[in-house]
């Protein structure tokens, strides 16, 4: 099983609407999480952080669910500009670090 | 200049030559990364400083060695490298470890025939 796993997609979701996808992990002693967006060709951005109440950022709204291991990302609105590879990135801390990087979800809001 | 910087944007390397990366961070921050993103594969972390100091390296072979001289550059010394090793190499800093926001360059896209 893979550390980190998402869906790769694409999601093609209409201009408005709403999606929503997940990432599991694998190490339930998994400390920090996080989305990030990447654009083609681009270098990768923070989204946002995941805490462990959730957390809301604009028409983004990110969970964690540790009892099932995984977190979600959902984006309302969908704006064509929200076209992208989303990447679920989590840290395992237990001798150190370990930050492990999904395979992304790519996503293409159409009008 | 602000953010981070990589040099060159575009690397095209025989087996046998010896070339370098370098990246460098305006923005104050005390970890340095490297990482290598190649097509249709997660994001793989390749090295990690944190004040100077090698935190991690993640299996990463002999022929990629990596240097920092002081918090703000970093550069990947690359050596007999093999066709594989082409994919896009991503620099990243943080004001923290790993629990922190990562700011990343633009990358180095590398060929190496």
């Known amino acids: 099983r893979k550390e980190v796993e998402q869906d790769p997609g694409p999601f093609n979701v209409p201009e408005g609407a709403t999606v929503a996808f997940n990432c599991t992990y694998s190490n339930s002693a998994s400390q920090s999480f996080f989305w990030y967006r990447q654009d083609c060709r681009k270098e990768p951005k923070l989204l946002m952080s995941?805490?462990?109440s959730g957390n809301e950022d604009g028409r983004f709204t990110a969970q964690l669910n540790r009892a099932s291991q995984y977190i979600s990302l959902l984006i309302r609105d969908s704006k064509l500009s929200d076209s992208a590879t989303y990447l679920c990135?989590?840290?395992?801390?237990?001798?150190?670090?370990?930050?492990?990087f999904g395979g992304g979800t790519r996503v293409l809001v159409k009008p | 200049e602000t953010g981070v910087t990589q040099t060159p944007r575009h690397l095209v390397m025989g087996m046998t030559n010896k070339k370098s990366l370098k990246c460098e961070q305006h923005?104050?921050?005390?970890?340095m990364y490297w990482y290598k993103q190649s097509a249709k594969k997660p994001l793989e972390l390749m090295f990690v400083?944190?004040?100077?100091?090698?935190?991690e390296n993640n299996s990463v072979p002999s022929r990629f060695s990596p240097e920092c001289p002081n918090s703000s550059h970093l550069f990947l010394h690359l050596h007999t490298l093999q066709p594989e090793d082409s994919a896009l190499y991503l620099c990243?800093?943080?004001?923290?470890?790993?629990?922190?926001?990562?700011?990343f360059g633009p990358g180095t896209r590398l060929t190496v025939t």
């Open positions: 995941v805490y462990s």
């Open positions: 990135v989590v840290n395992y801390r237990a001798a150190g670090n370990k930050l492990t």
């Open positions: 990243a800093s943080s004001q923290g470890g790993e629990d922190y926001e990562q700011y």
């Open positions: 400083y944190n004040f100077k100091e090698q935190t």
């Open positions: 923005l104050g921050h005390n970890a």
